[in-house]
T-cell receptor, first 113, second 114 residues
Framework: SQQGEEDPQALSIQEGENATMNCSYKTSINNLQWYRQNSGRGLVHLILIRSNEREKHSGRLRVTLDTSKKSSSLLITASRAADTASYFCATGYSGGGADGLTFGKGTHLIIQP | NAGVTQTPKFQVLKTGQSMTLQCAQDMNHNSMYWYRQDPGMGLRLIYYSASEGTTDKGEVPNGYNVSRLNKREFSLRLESAAPSQTSVYFC?????????????FGPGTRLTVT
């Protein structure tokens, strides 16, 4: 079962605007990661935030984490056409002996030029 | 560095046929993974390998077998393909397991089973 759920499922904005997408998860976590997937490609890691961190920045990306609400948000500032992609949050998979990630369904972001 | 490579990129199989998806990484990572991605879905973990010779089942292991041949290579085998296995398959690697380390993904194999 999927741990994280992104919201909204799809988002279309104008170039230069900010894009915010949210992720909610069900069980307690140690870390949460965000990934980007361009159409037809593999996932690319964007940022990792630890459970004892509230906010983290990387370039035009800002990620927040609220463990009390079991939620995270990804903000992309000053969006560009190249930011058009699907964005996924991921947390640790807890099942059997496997030690991977569990992903949400993603937010599909479209940046209109 | 090539990162994570996967072969083939595309494959069409008939129901009941078998095939092996190959994956290799050149980053000296210990952990490797196989995921599948269905339309409109996130990735689901099929199998995980913490090191050479060790594998663990993930969320959706039924119908698949894996082999961690050495530190670099991790293959996924479909013994008798079914239409439900039509999907895009991604291999990934990381320094170690869990959500503590970022994962590096290959470009994917798009598999259609008719």
């Amino acid at each position: 079962s999927q741990q994280g759920e992104e919201d909204p499922q799809a988002l279309s904005i104008q170039e230069g605007e900010n894009a915010t997408m949210n992720c909610s998860y069900k069980t307690s976590i140690n870390n949460l990661q965000w990934y980007r997937q361009n159409s037809g490609r593999g996932l690319v890691h964007l940022i990792l935030i630890r459970s004892n961190e509230r906010e983290k920045h990387s370039g035009r990306l800002r990620v927040t984490l609220d463990t009390s609400k079991k939620s995270s948000s990804l903000l992309i500032t000053a969006s560009r056409a190249a930011d058009t992609a699907s964005y996924f949050c991921a947390t640790g998979y807890s099942g059997g002996g496997a030690d991977g990630l569990t992903f949400g369904k993603g937010t599909h972001l479209i940046i209109q030029p | 560095n090539a990162g994570v490579t996967q072969t083939p990129k595309f494959q069409v199989l008939k129901t009941g046929q078998s095939m092996t998806l190959q994956c290799a990484q050149d980053m000296n990572h210990n952990s490797m993974y196989w995921y599948r991605q269905d339309p409109g879905m996130g990735l689901r973990l099929i199998y995980y390998s913490a090191s050479e010779g060790t594998t663990d089942k993930g969320e959706v292991p039924n119908g698949y077998n894996v082999s961690r041949l050495n530190k670099r290579e991790f293959s996924l085998r479909l013994e008798s393909a079914a239409p439900s296995q039509t999907s895009v398959y991604f291999c990934a690697s990381s320094e170690a397991g869990g959500a503590t380390y970022e994962q590096y993904f290959g470009p994917g194999t798009r598999l259609t089973v008719t």
